[in-house]
């Protein structure tokens, strides 16, 4: 069974970094989308970022890019989202999720939620002014 473990969260200043891991587990194959999602008190839950392990393709939304980064470690089976430069409004609990076989996020397709059918259980960010 797939399970999808998020950790690395916390509270921090504005202009401040942190990084977020996703650890996968149950599943060992190569080629999948990881999407990292965020989700706001009151707001709809929103794609920030993906990527696909079997080539490193990456996209990120408006909103993050220049200032969030995905990556991978094969051997760790987990994926990292490096948050720089740190606002206020980024404050959210972050999810990872994973899709196994469909590859929408090869194509810029990865920010739909009904794409994915795994996801972890969030870990909060919070940046204070």
């Known amino acids: 069974q797939v399970q999808l473990v998020e950790s690395g969260g916390g509270s921090v200043q504005a202009g401040g970094s942190l990084r977020l891991s996703c650890a996968v587990f149950g599943y060992t194959y190569s080629n999948y989308c990881i999407g990292w999602f965020r989700q706001a008190s009151g707001k709809e839950r929103e794609g920030v970022a993906t990527i696909y392990t079997g080539g490193g393709i990456t996209y990120y939304a408006d909103s993050v890019k220049g200032r969030f980064t995905i990556s991978q470690d094969n051997a760790k089976n987990t994926l990292y989202l490096q948050l720089d430069s740190l606002k206020p409004e980024d404050t959210a609990m972050y999810y990872c999720?994973?899709?196994?076989?469909?590859?929408?996020?090869?194509?810029?397709?990865?920010?739909?939620?009904?794409?994915?059918?795994?996801w972890g259980q969030g870990t909060q960010v919070t940046v204070s002014s």
């Open positions: 999720a994973a899709d196994l076989w469909r590859g929408a996020c090869v194509n810029g397709l990865g920010f739909f939620r009904n794409k994915y059918d795994h």
